[in-house]
């Protein structure tokens, strides 16, 4: 059983069908969730004493660790990956790397018109036009959490107060249906969205686009292994080819930011990456998110109730 956050029709399916090739005796069943949902059961099949998840792939890396529930690892496949990409304990490994910046409804905003820095959407005009998803792992407190961590705590809790009184939304769901919600013309700015999202649904004709404010939110998709997983061998077989170049060109496909550094990006995707922009990045280790993800959670739900 595989636990992804992965889009299912551009990513999960095509890697199942690419997966039975090549191992014919394996059945791949997974489920989609946002990355929330994905530590909620997780955690509840824990306590049960009964885990369902052979292989998770998200960004949840931090609290599976924390409560000792990820299985270590090593792959063959995992050798050109660069060491300060890797899990020195072994828990995690690297399958795609994420940027957050503004999502725009582009039949709502114009691109002159669209924010183009964090500071901008503190403009009068955004008031009750802006939206973010509240998960916990690539939603409103990581948006928090590296603020403070980039800007310092004075900066980021000033600039903080004044975007509560924009009266930012919180949208139901991943970080994905909010930005589904964005281009439904629910909302007009979304406030971190995740940019690789944005260019896969604009690709496919969806009125949404995005600028890349400084510093551009980092935060990376990793692949686990559950500790007791039900099928400990299959599940290795998984990670394996998840991590290979195979793996990674079928992510690329997808429009997702692979790993693997032998595999590039789609020409197209390669123009929301933070170096092309010129922008400032900030990629959030999953070990500093781990030690800051429940202030930032708890200043989130002080501060935008």
Do not use: C
């Amino acid at each position: 059983m595989f636990y992804t956050t992965l889009i299912v029709r551009q990513a999960v399916r095509p890697l199942e069908a690419a997966f039975k090739k090549k191992y014919p005796f394996i059945t791949l069943q997974y489920i989609r969730m946002g990355s929330s949902k994905v530590v909620q059961r997780l955690l509840a099949e824990h306590r049960a004493g009964r885990t369902q998840a052979d292989v998770v792939v998200a960004s949840a890396a931090p609290v599976l660790k924390q409560v000792k529930i990820a299985q270590v690892f090593t792959s063959p496949e995992l050798a050109p990956y660069p060491k300060e990409t890797l899990d020195p304990d072994r828990m995690w490994a690297p399958i795609r790397f994420s940027y957050n910046g503004i999502g725009y409804n582009t039949r709502m905003v114009s691109a002159a018109d669209a924010p183009k820095t964090w500071e901008d959407l503190l403009d009068p005009k955004w008031k009750n036009k802006l939206v973010w998803a509240e998960s916990t792992e690539t939603g409103a407190p990581l948006f928090i959490a590296i603020l403070r961590k980039v800007w310092g705590e004075k900066k980021a809790m000033d600039y903080l107060g004044k975007l509560a009184k924009q009266n930012v939304r919180t949208g139901t769901g991943s970080v994905r249906s909010v930005l589904d919600q964005v281009i439904a013309g629910e909302y007009p700015v979304m406030i971190s969205a995740a940019l690789h999202h944005v260019a896969i649904s604009a690709a496919q004709g969806a009125p949404v686009a995005a600028t890349s404010p400084s510093p551009v939110l980092g935060r990376n998709g990793y692949a686990m292994m559950m500790k007791g997983a039900p099928h400990p061998h299959a599940a290795m077989l998984f990670i394996d080819f998840l991590v290979s170049r195979d793996g990674q060109a079928i992510l690329r496909e997808a429009r997702y930011l692979p790993a693997h550094p032998d595999v590039d990006p789609l020409p197209e995707m390669q123009a929301i990456l933070p170096k092309a922009t010129g922008a400032k990045t900030y990629v959030m280790s999953p070990e500093e998110h781990n030690a800051v993800r429940k202030e930032a959670q708890a200043l989130y739900r002080k501060m935008f109730p």
